[in-house]
């Protein structure tokens, strides 16, 4: 219900603007931009040749801050924790004081306005800087899945998307504001996402599950905007990296962005002012209730449950379950709610956690190493910025893809999402071989592929989880399923692919007689620097798909039924929101 007063000269404005303001389809504007922002550690392969060159560290040391990048992006328990226990403005404004704190101290290192710090510090602030956007996600993902449950698929895919996007969102916003200098391409990334989330502290909250008939209609309106979006942005950087963009062509390429992030606005007011006018125009209808029934019914519950909590306290007495039968034994059917150590001590659970090791380890990897592979290729910087924007770009593609695609496949002919997930592990080793084994233009190609395939792989993950353990603990568990990403990106960038990189240098330097003090940035040269790291990263992506296909087989069964049909039994009629009290 809205606010029934009003403004003299404003009519029904103001009860409109309070059910608009607390209405799902605002609250869910106000998650895309909320999400549009919290993709910053995408971009660390265009600021990360800064940190290497100012600070004067080699690629291992570059590829550590690397890994306490996705250490800190992927840990995503403690927002989850926070979560279950605070209101989502909470998490939201925490999240954005990291954000800021964590890069904003990067920034002022790498522009020497510090003296320099030790590479321990460095390490904990862009680990605390990336960690913040495990509450954005915590904050608005978890929100709105469980305003929209029966169509988790796509809304996961449409967040996840504009995450995917917002690394190249930003760089065209930072390239109107300061230039081609990715110094201050940090600085951006540490007040705007901050700024945004602050915004809309108060928006996004969880509401009172409800269903709509045109549901799926307005997802759709949604996704042919961020597609247009994307489209725009894409054919921007192929002009920018063709042409040379004067500061007047950047603001109105930022410009066009901007209103097109603000367009999923307009669709959401109409479609609450078209809800507004249904529920004032459908009268109440009270019925007819008759005192002394009521009394009689009253008297018949009061009777059944003394006879239920009589029936329970006999049977607790013969029937105690230790906490190991509870956890191991006794668990409920699959789509049921789990407890969060029901989940996480799970095979299912296990064999997701192989899988986000393989999977998303090597495509971390690689996108970590893009601005340094286009470097050995001899591409100049310009380039590089496009594959880091390609790879921003088809990341976003991906997630669209693996949301829309995957929910439809489900209801139609019941295809089940950890199928879908096995073929993009086994599509990312394609793009792996290719940077392994490069041609003329390869790169181009292997960063579509490698960002499609990064992008598909965390909507299913996280749509997988919440169908498979409930929506209860969701805000936890869907940040424990990623706990393999960061394990994999140590293992996969730190301990293999900068050591090997920087042997292939250390050769470099011996064939011309040089040793490592020689010089001050240790740099590879030729398509050999990558080539067998990415041999490994793609044989260790191949065994993650096979491995996903185990899950396939365990859940074929659940797949097949209606996984969704408690959440239709249990849902509201559309009435207007309020605010919370």
Same mark, same amino acid.
């Given at each position: 219900?809205?606010?029934?007063?009003?403004?003299?000269?404003?009519?029904?404005?103001? =009860?409109?603007?309070?059910?608009?303001?607390?209405?799902?389809?605002?609250?869910?504007?106000?998650?895309?931009?909320?999400?549009?922002?919290?993709?910053?550690?995408?971009?660390?392969?265009?600021?990360?040749?800064?940190?290497?060159?100012?600070?004067?560290? *080699?690629?291992?040391?570059?590829?550590?801050?690397?890994?306490?990048? %996705?250490?800190?992006?992927?840990?995503?328990?403690?927002?989850?924790?926070?979560?279950?226990?605070?209101?989502?403005?909470?998490?939201?404004?925490?999240?954005?004081?990291?954000?800021?704190?964590?890069?904003?101290?990067?920034?002022?290192?790498?522009?020497?306005? +510090?003296?320099?710090?030790?590479?321990?510090?460095?390490?904990?602030?862009?680990?605390?800087?990336?960690?913040?956007?495990?509450? /954005?996600? +915590?904050?608005?993902?978890?929100?709105?899945?469980?305003?929209?449950?029966?169509?988790?698929?796509?809304?996961?895919?449409?967040?996840?998307?504009?995450?995917?996007?917002?690394?190249?969102?930003?760089?065209?916003?930072?390239?109107?504001?300061?230039?081609?200098?990715?110094?201050?391409?940090?600085?951006?990334?540490?007040?705007? =996402?901050? /700024?945004?989330?602050?915004?809309?502290?108060?928006?996004?909250? !969880?509401?009172?599950?409800? $269903?709509?008939?045109?549901?799926?209609?307005?997802?759709?309106?949604?996704?042919?905007?961020?597609?247009?979006?994307?489209?725009?942005?894409?054919?921007?950087?192929?002009?920018?990296?063709?042409?040379?963009?004067?500061?007047?062509?950047?603001?109105?390429?930022?410009?066009?962005?901007?209103?097109?992030?603000?367009?999923?606005?307009?669709?959401?007011?109409?479609?609450?002012?078209?809800?507004?006018?249904?529920?004032?125009?459908? =009268?109440?209808?009270?019925?007819?209730?008759?005192?002394?029934?009521?009394? *009689?019914?009253?008297?018949?519950?009061?009777?059944?449950?003394?006879?239920?909590?009589?029936? $329970?306290?006999?049977?607790?007495?013969?029937?105690?379950?230790?906490?190991?039968?509870?956890?191991?034994?006794?668990?409920?059917?699959?789509?049921?709610?789990?407890?969060?150590?029901?989940?996480?001590?799970?095979?299912?659970?296990?064999?997701?956690?192989?899988? +986000?090791?393989?999977?998303?380890?090597?495509?971390?990897?690689?996108?970590?190493?893009?601005?340094?592979?286009?470097?050995?290729?001899?591409?100049?910087?310009? +380039?590089?910025?496009?594959?880091?924007?390609?790879?921003?770009?088809?990341?976003?593609?991906?997630?669209?893809?693996?949301?829309?695609?995957?929910?439809?496949?489900?209801?139609?002919?019941?295809?089940? $999402?950890?199928?879908?997930?096995?073929?993009?592990?086994?599509?990312?080793?394609?793009?792996?071989?290719?940077?392994?084994?490069?041609?003329?233009?390869?790169?181009?190609?292997?960063?579509?592929?490698?960002?499609?395939?990064?992008?598909?792989?965390? =909507?299913?993950?996280?749509?997988?989880?919440?169908?498979?353990?409930?929506?209860?603990?969701?805000?936890?568990?869907?940040?424990?399923?990623?706990?393999?990403?960061?394990?994999?990106?140590?293992?996969?960038?730190?301990?293999?692919?900068?050591?090997?990189? %920087?042997?292939?240098?250390? !050769?470099?330097?011996?064939?011309?007689?040089?040793?490592?003090?020689?010089?001050?940035?240790?740099?590879?040269?030729?398509?050999?620097?990558?080539?067998?790291?990415?041999?490994?990263?793609?044989?260790?992506?191949?065994?993650?798909?096979?491995?996903?296909?185990?899950?396939?087989?365990?859940? $074929?069964?659940?797949?097949?039924? %209606?996984?969704?049909? !408690?959440?239709?039994?249990?849902?509201?009629? !559309?009435?207007?929101?309020?605010?919370?009290?």
């Amino acid at each position: 219900m809205g606010v029934t007063t009003t403004i003299s000269g404003t009519g029904k404005t103001l =009860p409109f603007l309070t059910h608009l303001i607390w209405g799902r389809w605002f609250s869910l504007f106000a998650s895309f931009l909320v999400m549009a922002g919290a993709g910053a550690t995408y971009l660390f392969g265009v600021y990360s040749k800064e940190i290497k060159s100012s600070l004067g560290y *080699d690629q291992t040391t570059l590829n550590l801050l690397g890994f306490f990048k %996705d250490l800190g992006a992927n840990v995503g328990v403690p927002s989850g924790l926070v979560a279950e226990v605070t209101p989502t403005w909470f998490v939201l404004l925490l999240g954005s004081g990291l954000n800021f704190c964590g890069y904003f101290m990067i920034w002022l290192a790498v522009t020497n306005r +510090t003296s320099k710090p030790k590479v321990w510090q460095m390490c904990l602030y862009i680990c605390i800087g990336a960690n913040s956007q495990n509450f /954005a996600n +915590t904050g608005a993902l978890v929100t709105s899945v469980s305003n929209f449950p029966e169509s988790r698929g796509v809304v996961l895919g449409l967040l996840k998307g504009f995450t995917g996007l917002s690394g190249a969102i930003m760089t065209q916003i930072y390239l109107a504001l300061y230039g081609n200098d990715s110094k201050s391409l940090i600085l951006l990334i540490a007040w705007l =996402p901050a /700024a945004i989330s602050v915004v809309f502290v108060y928006t996004i909250r !969880k509401i009172s599950l409800v $269903r709509q008939a045109n549901e799926l209609r307005m997802f759709y309106q949604f996704l042919y905007v961020s597609v247009f979006l994307a489209l725009f942005i894409m054919a921007m950087t192929i002009a920018q990296n063709l042409a040379t963009f004067s500061t007047s062509a950047y603001a109105g390429s930022a410009s066009v962005v901007i209103f097109l992030l603000f367009v999923p606005l307009f669709i959401s007011i109409k479609e609450e002012l078209n809800l507004w006018r249904q529920n004032n125009q459908q =009268p109440v209808s009270i019925p007819e209730v008759k005192i002394d029934n009521m009394i *009689d019914q009253h008297h018949e519950y009061i009777e059944q449950e003394s006879t239920n909590v009589t029936n $329970r306290k006999s049977t607790d007495g013969s029937h105690k379950t230790s906490c190991f039968a509870n956890v191991f034994l006794n668990k409920p059917e699959r789509g049921e709610d789990y407890s969060i150590l029901q989940a996480l001590l799970s095979t299912d659970m296990l064999i997701l956690f192989v899988s +986000t090791f393989c999977g998303l380890g090597t495509s971390l990897t690689a996108v970590d190493n893009m601005g340094q592979i286009g470097e050995s290729l001899g591409y100049p910087a310009k +380039t590089i910025k496009t594959f880091v924007s390609l790879v921003s770009i088809w990341n976003y593609f991906g997630r669209i893809f693996s949301g829309f695609v995957s929910e439809i496949l489900l209801a139609k002919y019941k295809f089940p $999402r950890p199928l879908m997930f096995s073929l993009v592990l086994f599509l990312s080793c394609v793009g792996l071989l290719m940077i392994a084994f490069p041609i003329p233009g390869s790169v181009y190609v292997a960063s579509i592929i490698i960002g499609f395939s990064f992008g598909a792989q965390l =909507p299913l993950i996280f749509a997988i989880i919440s169908e498979l353990f409930g929506l209860k603990y969701y805000s936890t568990l869907f940040n424990c399923g990623q706990l393999g990403s960061p394990l994999g990106t140590y293992i996969l960038n730190v301990m293999v692919t900068g050591p090997l990189y %920087d042997r292939e240098a250390k !050769k470099e330097l011996a064939r011309k007689g040089l040793t490592r003090a020689a010089v001050k940035e240790l740099v590879c040269m030729g398509s050999h620097c990558y080539r067998l790291s990415f041999i490994i990263l793609a044989c260790v992506c191949c065994f993650g798909g096979l491995a996903s296909l185990i899950l396939v087989v365990r859940t $074929r069964e659940f797949y097949n039924g %209606d996984i969704y049909k !408690k959440f239709r039994d249990g849902v509201q009629p !559309k009435t207007p929101a309020e605010p919370p009290k």
